[in-house]
């Protein structure tokens, strides 16, 4: 096996360590200390924006959103002890700008969706669907997100032009993108960090007033009955499915494929976790957040390798909903599109990457191989062997089979902007493909991926590749 190809991580079960978290947080802020505090800022480019314009709506309450957002970025980064993130329920927030919804409606659908998605968590029917879909369908999910992150990118865009007398121009993009590139592969370089004060400082140049300090606290609000159904209805229902599919299980891949040093996030934690953010802060008026595949890329393109970045930005959030509240939105609104932008399209192409290993070392292209030895231990009277991961080698025809499943996913993702519609198409290929398969009598390729053990797993299942020949069995010998 070439020394490229490296094992992937298996999955973990249950709850990390808050200890061992906390202890590599620290150690990562002294280790890395520039790249953890630009990391912490790689996901304004969807933050920032969605906060402005709910605020702006009425639909959530400014100050509640920065202290509870903020709780919960401390609370996952001491958790996880990776870079996860704390973002707005995409779904939920577009549909209450534009339709536009009261503020009680809003905190409806955040409590109906974690509501939901508690049951599904606690019934293990989270975990149990995250395990069995199949890896070119969450590969394909990956990279319809992040390229939905480079067309939101696209279209921010196509709003400035070459003449605009302020930072929100062409050319104050094409800077920041050189200078993107030119330190692309300098990851301790603070790009993020740079790129936010240089923004903040364009905006004070401008004249904006600034914010006033004043003590903040966020009010108890409960929303009605009718206003929780009205939210689910009108927006949570079309959240589900990518907080169970984005904010969840492709979350928890995304963290094995891009820190195989540290212990993937659960799905039951990360369901767990998205489920008690809504069901307290959503009753302050508290912007529906949930952990976001696309905000995880994009605090690991600029730098973060831990959860020290998100403890970081939480804990700003929290000074800053504190003394501040409100009176923030003034700068976040005017803060340079241009360079939102450019951060927006770096982490949507961190984030469509991932689909690049799928017919090379892809998780469900490993198998454990059982090596028997005819060793009998004197007292326990038992067999020893010797167990590995070997790469399993598949067909061209498997291959494009696998490559036209994950481009149909991320296609139906791309086209209706809903991860249950990619979904929807990734699986009917692989109807199609079972069809066509069993037609001609060969085997789809894709359809039931093979399952590595998990991390916290006492019981190994071992899967014998074909390949696999005993040692007991005569070697073939072809004559020319």
């Known amino acids: 096996m070439p020394a490229t190809l490296k094992p992937p991580q298996p999955l ?15 150690k990562m802020v002294f280790d890395n200390p520039l790249g953890e505090v630009a990391g912490s800022l790689g996901d304004l480019g ?47 927030a577009s549909i209450s700008i534009a339709r536009p919804m009261t503020l009680h409606e809003t905190m409806g659908a955040g409590i109906s969706v974690a509501v939901i998605v508690y049951i599904l968590t606690f019934t293990g029917f989270l975990a149990e669907f ?37 930072a929100d121009n062409y050319i104050v993009v094409v800077l920041a993108w050189i200078l993107l590139c030119f330190t692309s592969r300098h990851h301790q370089f603070p790009y993020a960090l740079l790129i936010f004060g240089l923004g903040m400082f364009l905006v004070l140049s401008t004249g904006v ?6 003590w903040n606290l966020p009010t108890w609000t409960p929303p009605a009955w009718a206003d929780v159904m009205n939210g689910f209805w009108f927006a949570g229902l079309g959240q589900l499915p990518l907080t169970i599919l984005n904010s969840v299980v492709a979350v928890t891949y995304l963290s094995a494929d891009l820190l195989p040093e540290r212990p993937s996030p659960s799905i039951e934690a990360l369901g767990t976790s998205v489920a008690t953010m809504n069901l307290i802060g959503c009753w302050f008026g508290a912007m529906p957040v949930c952990h976001g595949s696309g905000g995880l890329s994009g605090q690991y393109r600029f730098g973060a390798r831990s959860g020290a970045a ?22 976040l609104v005017n803060f340079p599109k241009s360079f939102l932008v450019v951060l927006v399209f770096a982490a949507g192409i961190e984030l469509a990457k991932v689909g690049e290993d799928l017919n090379s070392t892809a998780r469900d292209l490993w198998e454990i191989q059982v090596e028997n030895r005819a060793i009998i231990h004197p007292t326990l009277g038992l067999r020893l062997h010797r167990e590995r991961l070997v790469r399993v080698d598949i067909t061209d025809r498997e291959k494009k089979e696998r490559f036209v499943i ?4 991320a296609g139906g993702v791309i086209a209706a902007r809903n ?34 053990p998990h991390a916290s797993s006492t019981r190994t299942k071992i899967v014998q590749p074909k390949s696999y020949r ?9 004559k020319s």
């Open 12 to 26: 973990s079960r249950g709850w990390p360590s808050f200890w061992r978290s906390t202890w590599y947080n620290w």
């Open 46 to 92: 969807t933050l920032l924006p969605l906060i402005t314009a709910m605020a702006a709506a009425g639909t959530i309450d400014p100050t509640a959103t920065f202290i509870f957002s903020g709780l919960w970025n401390i609370v996952s980064g001491s958790l996880f002890g990776i870079p996860i993130v704390v973002q707005p329920m995409k779904a939920i």
């Open 130 to 166: 995250g395990e069995r879909i199949p890896i070119p369908l969450i590969k394909g999910i990956q990279m319809g997100a992040g390229l939905s992150l480079v067309l939101n990118a696209g279209a921010t865009l196509m709003k400035l032009s070459w003449s605009a007398h302020s």
């Open 209 to 214: 007033e600034v914010p006033k300090a004043g």
């Open 310 to 331: 998100p403890v970081m930005l939480g804990i700003a959030k929290v000074l800053v909903g504190l003394f501040f509240g409100s009176s923030v939105s003034t700068l």
């Open 406 to 409: 994950m481009l149909a996913t």
């Open 419 to 452: 991860d249950a519609v990619g979904l929807f198409a990734g699986t009917t290929c692989i109807w199609n493909q079972e069809e066509a398969a069993s037609a001609s009598g060969d085997k789809p390729a894709g359809s039931k991926p093979r399952v590595l």
């Open 470 to 478: 005993k040692k007991s069995e005569p070697k073939k010998v072809t």
